[in-house]
């Protein structure tokens, strides 16, 4: 009987671990995929844009690139990003989009806002089903930052 339970144990922290490591490799996939575009320079077409009318998703506003690019018409940029009517924000044109993602400091921690929620819901497996509390502990305090850091940025 012994053996069935240490058994049960090892199966237990290895399936939260599991779980665990899933959220925090998906919320590392989700935040990848914006903020490659606002961290790695490259040959992106920079930009900024003042916003003109918000949808219930998005917002839209005239784009003037940085550089010698062609001005384009009916770009996007989320709607959480962006500040109020009016405001003109700097942002990357997201290769073979009409979507634009807000850069600096502000689009930056906005980018990793998924990987925030990952540590903040993987910290939760790592206290209860692994029993690690001071990982957890920083995992959420991790998470937590991030996710404050961001909307302190976007005010």
Same mark, same amino acid.
């Given at each position: 009987m012994a053996s069935v339970n240490i058994v049960l144990l090892h199966g237990r922290r290895v399936l939260m671990g599991a779980i665990a490591l899933l959220l925090l490799v998906a919320g590392s996939w989700a935040s990848w995929d914006s903020a490659r575009h606002v961290l790695l320079g490259g040959d992106r077409e920079r930009g900024t844009i003042t916003v003109a009318a918000c949808g219930d998703d998005t917002c839209t506003g005239p784009y003037v690139p940085d550089d010698s690019a062609p001005a384009r018409t009916g770009l996007t940029i989320e709607k959480s990003v962006a500040v109020e009517k009016g405001a $003109?924000?700097? $942002? $990357?044109?997201?290769? *073979?989009?009409?979507?634009?993602?807000?850069t600096g400091p502000a689009g930056a921690l906005h980018a990793w806002l998924p990987l925030? *929620?990952?540590?903040l819901l993987a910290s939760v497996l790592v206290a209860g089903g692994?029993?690690?509390?001071? $990982?957890?502990?920083?995992m959420a305090v991790a998470g937590g930052a991030i996710t404050l850091? !961001?909307? !302190?940025a976007l005010l």
């Open positions: $003109v924000l700097a $942002v $990357v044109l997201k290769p *073979g989009t009409k979507e634009l993602i807000r925030a *929620g990952a540590l692994l029993a690690l509390p001071k $990982v957890a502990g920083a850091a !961001t909307f !302190t």
